[in-house]
């Protein structure tokens, strides 16, 4: 009886630790592919300063609400998120709450990565473990609210936007081309304009907006003739590729950091041409919106 | 009180009147106008290459050339402007905005060269395509509102 019970015990056990091995197995994220969805995020550039290094922090993001410093994601254990488990970095990324600190200002973008499968997050963590540990202390943000904390917790409570996880990534190019759009590349965030309180403005989605972020023009990126309505695919894979317009004119400031990736990183460019290719199709497709970003030089 | 409406409007539509004020006559918005034209010319040569019809190429890269080789005096030292996006540094390292000028110009020659003589066009176009970033990367600002 006792060496049955014992025997049962040990199986369990067994047992145990198998399935723990088994969902370890599982949430364990895969680096290379983490690489490709930070080029596919343009290389995360708030984070990552100027000159690099990359993912140390101290990309500059001015908001109409004081300028930010975007903060160290390397494996830094004193300054970084070195002892950060994996569920606190995807809390960070795509619920808005950093450890220890509360929710996060909304110009970290959680809202829109919010909709990213688990899958995917995962890989992104185990890739931004790889990154070399910078020591680099973060830099405060200037200008910020008082009780900025409360601040954020009640903006995102009345306007972030909410999205329903995406559980699997989408196999049909358009619908993948929304996930990236949406979710990872965030050309929705810069591309669609905000209210004075900074809610998305989704009646003008990827219309384009006078005062993007930093105060740059970021163009209408919709199918109309006050947007992109005469690039075809290849023009935009070429864009995002190489950062030339049609015109060989190239794009510059936050675009082409994301193209580029910033501080020696991987950006737009180094990812797989289906993938951008996928971006390139679902804009096509997107509602034509009338909004010219007028170009006041004329 | 109607006419104090009417002239706040007034005042705000001069406003943002001004706020819309383009580029000044004169070299400034020449020089615009010069870029937008080698846009242009270098869509034509970008669609030529997209579809492997290659007679246009030869045609605009020899305008291209043209208008590099009217571009730089339409730089006057210090010609800076709220609504221009060429960098200070321009006047502060000329020799290489001088170089990248000439560059661009030689590279437009070689494509033409190339067009006519059955060259590679696709290599010689992109290598004059490259000045065109370098020089942008280099002394042109983003564009803000």
């Known amino acids: 009886m006792v060496a ?10 067994v047992v145990a630790a198998l399935g723990v091995r088994e969902s370890n ?13 930070f080029a596919l995020a343009g290389g995360c550039g708030c984070h990552t300063a100027k000159d690099g290094p990359v993912g140390a922090g101290g990309g500059e993001v001015p908001t109409p609400f004081g300028k930010f410093y975007g903060t160290n994601i390397t494996p830094d254990v004193e300054t970084g998120i070195g002892t950060w488990s994996d569920e606190e970095i995807i809390a960070a990324i795509r619920d808005g709450v950093a450890r220890g600190k509360g929710v996060e200002s909304p110009a970290m973008p959680y809202y829109w990565y919010s909709g990213m499968t688990d899958a995917d997050v995962r890989d992104l963590v185990a890739y931004l473990r790889t ?3 910078v020591r680099k202390e973060n830099r405060p943000h200037e200008g910020e609210l008082p009780f900025a904390r409360l601040a954020y917790r009640l903006w995102r409570t009345l306007f972030a936007p909410r999205f329903d996880r995406v559980r699997e990534r989408p196999t049909d190019p358009i619908a993948r081309g929304r996930y990236w759009v949406d979710h990872v590349s965030l050309c929705a965030d810069c591309h669609t ?3 004075f309180v900074g809610a998305i403005r989704f009646d003008l989605y990827l219309a384009g907006s006078l005062q993007g972020p930093g105060g740059d023009k970021v163009p209408n990126i919709t ?3 006050t947007g992109i309505a005469s690039w075809d695919e290849d023009d935009l894979v070429q864009l ?4 030339f317009t049609p015109e060989f004119d190239n794009v510059q400031g936050w675009m082409a950091e994301v193209v580029e990736g910033k501080g020696g990183g991987p950006g737009y460019r180094d990812a797989p041409e289906e993938e951008l290719r996928a971006i390139a199709r679902y804009l096509r497709t997107v509602k034509p919106i009338a909004h010219k970003i007028e170009s006041e030089r004329e | 009180m109607g006419w104090i409406v009417v002239g706040l409007l007034v005042a705000s539509a001069a406003l943002a009147h001004e706020r819309k004020e383009g580029l000044p006559e004169g070299p400034i918005r020449e020089r615009h106008e010069l870029m937008e034209r080698v846009g242009k010319q270098a869509k034509i040569i970008g669609d030529a290459l997209k579809t492997g019809k290659l007679e ?12 590099a080789s009217k571009a730089l005096p339409l730089f006057p030292e210090g010609s800076t402007h709220p609504r221009s996006r060429a960098k200070p540094e321009i006047w502060q390292q000329w020799p290489e905005f001088e170089k990248l000028m000439g560059q661009l110009q030689a590279d437009a020659k070689a494509t033409v060269a190339a067009a006519q003589g059955g060259g590679d066009v696709r290599a010689a176009a992109n290598k004059m395509f490259g000045n065109c970033k370098s020089c942008h990367d280099r002394f042109r600002l983003p564009e803000k509102e």
């Open chain 1, 240 to 243: 995002l590729r190489t950062g």
């Open chain 1, 193 to 195: 304009p905000r209210n």
């Open chain 1, 131 to 133: 990154l070399p540990a």
């Open chain 2, 56 to 67: 246009p190429v030869g045609p605009a890269a020899a305008k291209i050339a043209e208008e």
């Open chain 1, 25 to 37: 197995a599982m949430e364990r994220g895969d680096a290379e592919r983490g690489r490709t969805l």
């Open chain 1, 4 to 13: 049955r019970t014992w025997l049962l015990l040990q199986a369990a056990v």
């Open chain 1, 223 to 225: 199918p109309h003739e």
